[in-house]
């Protein structure tokens, strides 16, 4: 198989929902992920997107893509990687938004890279984490940030293999839309 890195397109959604339902249960909290696809699509490629995503798709060797859509499933289904249908052949996201840093400016937040579980040791999240960058570079952000749990050894070790810096001062805050609403109520 072939991985082939290409920005998100509106009909990816319904699988990047799928990995980020992965990415939750692997990080112990799948009751957490409360959007829906039509938020993700709309916050994507609506009218006002905010965020900016890639895809890892597998795709069969370059002299099997003149072959019919039936051989390629019949090939996929022969492969070490069950694909059974176009969103099937999504291993891996990436997805990022602007943030702006009053000392640094601009940047690129890189709010998740997932592979799924069957694909990983492929080099995709490398590939991703690439793209990411290139994105960065060539819109002129000043930098590229991103959150990792410190107990997710894997991903910390994939981090640091491109020379990432660690901040281990820096707690991480936040408010669910609940918690908003009773901020702005005053209670």
């Known amino acids: 198989m072939n991985i082939v890195i290409r920005r998100a397109e509106p009909r990816d959604v319904p699988r990047m929902l799928e990995l980020v339902r992965e990415l939750a249960l692997l990080e112990r ?8 696809p039509e938020h993700m699509l709309d916050a994507g490629f609506g009218p006002d997107p905010v965020w900016v995503g890639w895809v890892a798709e597998m795709r069969p060797e ?23 249908s176009f969103s099937d ?10 943030r702006y840093s009053t000392w640094k400016g601009r940047r690129l937040y890189l709010e998740d890279i997932i592979v799924t579980e069957a694909a990983r040791g492929q080099r995709i999240g490398e590939k991703l984490f690439r793209a990411c960058a290139a994105y960065a570079v ?10 990792v749990l410190d107990w997710n050894t894997d991903a910390i070790r994939f981090y640091e ?15 669910d839309r609940e918690q908003l609403t009773a901020v702005v109520a005053g209670q």
């Not at 909290?29 to 829906?36: I, L, Q, S, W």
């Not at 019919?68 to 996929?76: C, F, M, Q, Y």
């Not at 819109?139 to 590229?144: D, K």
């Not at 293999?161 to 408010?175: I, Y």
Request: charge should be negative.
């Open 138 to 147: 060539e819109h002129g952000y000043s930098g590229m940030t991103w959150q």
């Open 161 to 175: 293999r491109f020379g990432t810096t660690l901040d281990p001062e820096w707690v991480n805050g936040s408010l």
């Open 62 to 84: 370059d002299q099997k893509m003149r072959r019919s859509e039936n051989d390629l499933e019949r090939e996929a289904r022969s492969s070490d990687l069950l694909i059974r």
């Open 89 to 98: 052949r999504i291993a891996g996201i990436a997805v990022c938004y602007e």
């Open 29 to 36: 909290a799948p009751e957490e992920v409360t959007v829906t």
